[in-house]
């Protein structure tokens, strides 16, 4: 139905805006509304500036302009005024389905609406370009593009799953950008999902197998908690496999990191994200990189999922092996995450 299909190698909290739209039942109404929950649509805003509210419960993250946590048909009312059309079911048609064709950025393509079945309410949102692009180059072309885009709604986020990806955490919502490779073609595809923090968060109680769904994020005053979990895993992982001072830069830069001076013992980077920071330190004999060390404020738990995700076993939840792979998280004493990796 959707693009997603599950990475072989992606964090796991990067991974729900694509799962939300593996199930037919996330973009369908099976049955009619019966529960109540005092949600006045009228009062929903969108992205309206948080520093501007005493409190953001009416405040929603937003796809168009149209803020999420509406009713469905009210949120499909204002896509069709913008030039949206309802895509026509192929065979018989059961129930509502919330799929339409329209122009994202420049280009045509498919929108389909995460509705709760209970009250509802769009959850979330999926964009997935229509042109399947020949080759990598291509696809990251329009990457590029649409990434330039979603920062002018959105704000600055973070790459994700080893550069296949860049997501966006505010304090509304999330958004993803992913593109992915044909599984048995040289064909790739493009798309990016976006919820909003507090409808997710009522969805989430809805969702019968949460185990591959990300948990919410703590709401407080109508904001969810600032990001403060990117894709170090992923980072450690490509400067593993590029461990020459020049590859290792590279990679780097391909992460938005800022390089500091190399020295003949250490090659530097370092990115920062509002709050969030990351420091990386690359120890290397001549060109060659021999150890990785990422500090991060970032969450433990989270990293250590990611760590399974990206195939790590670990005995203590310490040390972690993949092949030839080692890894170690710790903290420091300001209580960041060190992950190291040799």
């Not at 995460?114 to 696809?139: F, G, H, L, P």
């Not at 990457?143 to 799953?161: A, C, H, T």
Request: proline share 1%; glycine share 8%; charged share 25%.
């Amino acid at each position: 139905m959707m693009l997603a299909v599950a990475w072989a190698c992606q964090p796991a909290d990067a991974q729900f805006l694509k799962k939300l739209f593996k199930k037919k039942a996330k973009t369908e109404k099976k049955a009619a509304v019966t529960k109540t929950d005092g949600i006045d649509d009228d009062a929903q805003t969108a992205m309206v500036d948080i520093a501007t509210l005493a409190d953001n419960t009416n405040n929603r993250n937003a796809f168009m302009g149209i803020p999420l946590g509406i009713k469905g048909d009210r949120f499909e009312k204002q896509l069709l005024e913008k030039g949206f059309t309802v895509r026509k079911a192929e065979g018989k048609q059961t129930a509502k389905s919330y799929i339409y064709d329209g122009e994202v950025y420049g280009a045509r393509a498919t929108v389909s609406l995460a509705v709760s079945d209970q009250t509802d309410r769009v959850y979330a949102v999926d964009v997935t370009d229509e042109t399947i692009y020949n080759s990598e180059k291509d696809v990251k072309t329009r990457f590029q593009i649409v990434k330039g885009e979603l920062q002018k709604v959105y704000g600055s986020g973070y790459v994700d799953n080893q550069g296949e990806a860049y997501t966006i955490q505010t304090r509304l919502g999330t958004v993803n950008l992913h593109y992915e490779r044909g599984s048995l073609t040289n064909s790739y595809s493009l798309g990016f999902a976006l919820d909003d923090a507090k409808a997710y968060q009522m969805a989430y109680s809805e969702m019968e197998d949460k185990e591959y769904e990300a948990a919410p994020r703590k709401i407080e005053t109508g904001l969810a908690a600032a990001c403060n979990h990117t894709d170090i895993v992923g980072l450690a992982v490509c400067l593993y496999q590029n461990r020459t001072v020049k590859g290792s830069q590279t990679v780097l830069r391909s992460y938005d990191y800022t390089l500091g001076k190399a020295t003949p013992k250490v090659v530097l980077g370092t990115f920062k994200m509002a709050d969030y920071q990351t420091f990386v330190s690359l120890a290397r004999r001549k060109q060659a990189i021999t150890s990785i060390s990422i500090t991060a404020t970032d969450d433990m738990e989270a990293v250590c999922k990611d760590l399974k995700t990206y195939g790590f076993t670990s005995d203590d939840q310490k040390t972690w092996r993949q092949g030839k792979m080692t890894a170690v998280v710790t903290t420091d004493k300001q209580g960041g995450v060190v992950l190291t990796l040799r």
